[in-house]
């Protein structure tokens, strides 16, 4: 019964393509968000969605966009993508105050 | 994680008791929390504070000032096990949660 499930778990894709990341909660919360962390773990906020409409949009390139069919799934398209993209990407939901994160998509660029 | 300040690394001897300092900024407070992540796994949410104090939960306690703009969580007999990073968050007004780059534990025998 897993709460927050993002898929794949690993990708490793080649400079220029094009990939996305899927992400599905069953908990029934309203906010839905991916997060970035890089290799100095710092975990950054990149967009935040509540029931369906985009509510945060920190300052990502324009190759990121965010597509939420419902509230229960929030997926994260990424076209052209750099060596700098190379990070685990988080996706996660809260109802309240409390983020519940996903396992986590390493993205590894090469 | 500009706004939020907390040690890189700290190492803590099995059964003793640690605290990890954390200082934020105090405009458009909504609350603190901490997360416990281990290497290569999620962020799990450990404390929420909103109010000045104390919460304990178990092993766990966390501390908020807020006029300070300065939190702590206190980690007792620690196991090694509680080897992994641990995150500050802090809540702003806008409802956006911002994290440090988190305290990286060490328990060792």
């Known amino acids: 019964d897993t709460a927050v499930s993002q898929t794949p778990k690993y990708l490793v894709t080649q400079m220029g393509n094009d990939k996305s990341i899927k992400c599905e909660q069953n908990?029934?919360?309203?906010?839905m968000y991916w997060y970035k962390q890089d290799s100095k773990k710092f975990l950054k906020i990149m967009f935040s969605?509540?029931?369906?409409?985009?509510?945060i949009n920190e300052t990502v390139p324009n190759r990121f966009s965010p597509k939420s069919p419902d509230k229960a799934h929030l997926n994260l398209h990424i076209n052209s993508l750099e060596l700098g993209d190379s990070a685990v990407y988080f996706c996660?939901?809260?109802?309240?105050?409390?983020?519940?994160f996903g396992e986590g998509s390493w993205l590894t660029v090469v | 994680g500009q706004n939020i300040d907390q040690p890189t690394e700290m190492t803590a001897t099995e059964g003793a008791i640690v605290q990890i300092n954390c200082t934020y900024q105090?405009?458009?407070?909504?609350?603190l929390f901490w997360y416990q992540q281990h290497a290569g796994e999620a962020p799990t949410f450990l404390s929420y504070n909103v109010l000045d104090g104390l919460e304990e939960k178990g092993r766990f306690s966390s501390f908020l000032s807020r006029s300070k703009g300065y939190s702590y969580l206190l980690l007792k007999e620690l196991q090694m096990k509680d080897s992994a990073s641990y995150l500050c968050a802090e809540r702003t007004g806008g409802f956006k949660t911002i994290f440090g780059a988190g305290t990286r534990l060490f328990v060792k025998a």
């Open positions: 996660a939901s809260s109802l309240g105050h409390t983020i519940y």
């Open positions: 105090t405009s458009g407070f909504n609350g």
């Open positions: 908990l029934g919360h309203d906010t």
């Open positions: 969605y509540n029931n369906k409409e985009l509510i």
